[in-house]
């Protein structure tokens, strides 16, 4: 198809529906009158396929690509595989990342989890446009319809849908899953769920749906709020801190291809999920172990649905690596892993590693103060400690220099290269800054992920 045509009606949507990956709050739009009117209008395409609905403050994506993973991997009556969607945001690079089907060939010819088609995505938008504007449809409703849509058009068996933003207003809590699965909680997005664990959790909540298994991956000290929800709609209720496997019981998050200790965390309320789905929804496997093909799945998550961001190695010599994790919660583990590894020799050269490098950059509405808390200083070292403060493109990024001033207050030194743009900033640091002994971490913000991501595809 004419790719000019495309990439207009792409930015199209961004820019006439906008959406909370650009903007932030002015695109969140709470509530499921639209979108219920806008799947009635396409014939309720979220009614004909099986879902998993996925919610909580950290890990979801994570929890959502292993399962959808494992998923793919489990053999129906007939001999196949089942055929699984997975839909999760934010996108890092190409805004199709948000809706996957399993067993279809990407544009690298590898057949894993593939993207829609351009052409499907361009009729859709085209087709609909009319729908859109007259029923004041917000960015996220549109790519959630528009994956439902294909879901259904590619006739999947299952999908995993990740919520949005909160749960219980979510626009993808229009589905009826076969199972809920709820992370963890923490404080993040509080202008729009609350100011407590408590209001927070009560929004998660709100996916736990009459009679439907859920699976709680950490209680997060509020675990009376889920034990009363689910109490009050008879759904069977599994807490995955609490939960004895059976079927999975060898799984060790070293064997995985997702990086991080908050898989640790994460691999538990996976296999909890997976043992209860099996169990309580109905579904069957044939042709072969259960088991083997469940932990075939898990542990090459990464790598079958194509997952990038989370403990993701980008350079061996100097060593660098990115992670998504954007919110104090995350930071409470991730700055730890940060410093652990830092204090390690390089499993790359063998050699100690002479100085930690943090690019790093967060959005305008991030509670820097909390995120700062678990980020690692000079004294917290036995090597020198040098933050370079970045902005991703976009209007949601807090302006470099006003995160150099910000964390100068909060005891952090750090400069401000090349204006603070993110590539621009790699490449000062890749081409005069750099030494191969340097531990490099860049985070802080997704989108500060994404533009790193693509900046060493390109580059290096």
Known sequence: MDINLYNREINSIFNRFPSFQNVGGGAYKP????????????????????????????????????????????????????????????????????????GLESED????????????????????????????????????????SWFAYENVDIA????????????TNIIKPQMCVI?????????????????????????????VPVVIGEKSGVKSIFSAKAEEVGAPVTYAEEYSPELLSGIETSDLDLRGKCQEKNIKTVVAALETLF???GMESC????????????????????????WETLLEEPFVVCDTGHNAHGFSILGKQIIEEALRPSKYTGRPFGKLVMIFGV????????????????????LPVQYYFVNAAGTRALPAENLKKNMLALGFDGEVLANGGVRESLSVYINELKHDDDFVFIGGSTFVVAEALEFFKDKI
Do not use: Q
């Open 160 to 171: 995993v849908v990740e919520c949005g933003l909160g749960g219980r207003l979510d626009a």
């Open 109 to 148: 010819g590898k057949v894993t989890f593939g993207m829609p088609p351009k052409e499907y995505v361009y009729s859709f938008l085209v087709e609909n446009r009319g729908l859109f504007e007259e029923s004041g449809a917000s960015f996220f409703e549109i790519t959630t319809l528009l994956a439902f």
């Open 287 to 310: 042709g072969g172990s259960l088991a083997e093909k469940l932990t075939c799945g898990i542990v090459r998550a990464a790598d079958i649905t194509g997952l990038h961001g989370r």
């Open 363 to 382: 959005v305008a509405d991030k509670d820097l103060t909390a995120v700062s808390e678990y980020l690692p200083k000079g004294k917290d070292l036995l």
């Open 183 to 211: 992370t963890n909680i923490g404080l993040d997005h509080c202008e729009w769920l609350g100011t407590t664990l408590e209001s927070i959790a009560a929004e998660k909540a709100g996916i736990i749906k009459r009679g």
């Open 279 to 281: 169990k309580n929804a």
């Open 31 to 102: 509530g499921l009158e639209t979108m219920e009117k806008l799947c009635r209008a396409l014939g309720n395409p979220h009614e004909k396929f099986k879902s998993v609905h996925i919610a909580g403050t950290n890990g979801k994506g994570s929890t959502s690509h292993m399962i959808a993973s494992a998923l793919s991997k489990v053999a129906k009556e007939d001999g196949t595989t089942l055929k699984v969607g997975l839909y999760t945001s934010p996108h890092l690079v190409d805004f199709r990342e948000r809706m996957k089907v399993s």
